[in-house]
């Protein structure tokens, strides 16, 4: 049973455009979420998180949105460029700080 | 370097045999966890220690695994009687968990397991 769900396995984009990736979670105590990014042969790197007190955050090209209505966040990429080609995990903090990670979208920006 | 470190960062072994990880934390993080990644899969938590006390292991990690935190410092991962099922990149993460829940995993490279 998946809590954390990325119903996407890949994403294309063209570079300069905007990429968007998705992600569903199901239990709603879940407070906080994290987007890592992970290359080949390397562990996840942290990108950015949110607190579910806020609806969005951004750091500079990247900005997560938050609807816990709808259990629902995305990580918004623009421009999306070449080297953010590599799998993005999503992620939401569990009862002992532990991660619950999801299965990852692969992205791949087109130059 | 201060980041998390995992060696070896690659271990092929044969099916039964014995093997062993180890994970240095970043030096001021008192807690490290441990992962496993599998081919199209997200990471999966298998424990976690706070300082030297292992605090939480999941039901992924059978009787064949045990993790060490001797001195609250390095841990260790081992696994007995390998089995093919067991080929994946274990992982190592430490943090240092603040006032405020926000908290984020540093990772480290990952200890890529093949058994044959």
């Known amino acids: 049973d998946q809590q954390v769900k990325q119903n996407s396995p890949s994403l294309s984009v063209q570079e300069g455009r905007i990429s968007i990736l998705n992600c569903d979670y199901t239990?709603?105590?879940?407070?906080?979420f994290l987007w890592y990014k992970k290359y080949p042969a390397e562990g996840p790197t942290f990108l950015i998180s949110i607190s579910s007190i806020k609806d969005k955050n951004e750091d500079g090209r990247f900005t997560v949105f938050l609807n816990k209505s709808a259990k629902h966040l995305s990580l918004h990429i623009v421009p999306s460029q070449p080297g953010d080609s590599a799998v993005y995990f999503c992620a939401a903090k569990g009862s002992q700080g532990n991660l619950i990670f999801g299965k990852g979208t692969k992205l791949s920006v087109k130059p | 370097d201060t980041g998390v470190s995992q060696n070896p960062r690659h271990k092929i072994t044969k099916r039964g045999q014995n093997v062993t990880f180890r994970c240095d934390p970043i030096s001021e993080h008192n807690r490290l966890y441990w992962y496993r990644q599998t081919l199209g899969q997200g990471p999966e938590f298998l424990t976690y220690?706070?300082?030297?006390?292992?605090?939480?292991k999941s039901r992924l990690l059978s009787d064949r695994f045990s993790a060490e935190r001797p001195k609250g410092s390095f841990s260790t991962l081992e696994i007995q009687r390998t089995e093919q099922g067991d080929s994946a990149m274990y992982l190592c993460a430490s943090s240092a968990p603040r006032v405020a829940t926000n908290e984020k995993l540093f990772f480290g490279s990952g200890t890529q397991l093949s058994v044959l």
């Open positions: 220690f706070q300082n030297e006390a292992q605090l939480e």
């Open positions: 239990n709603s105590m879940f407070d906080y």
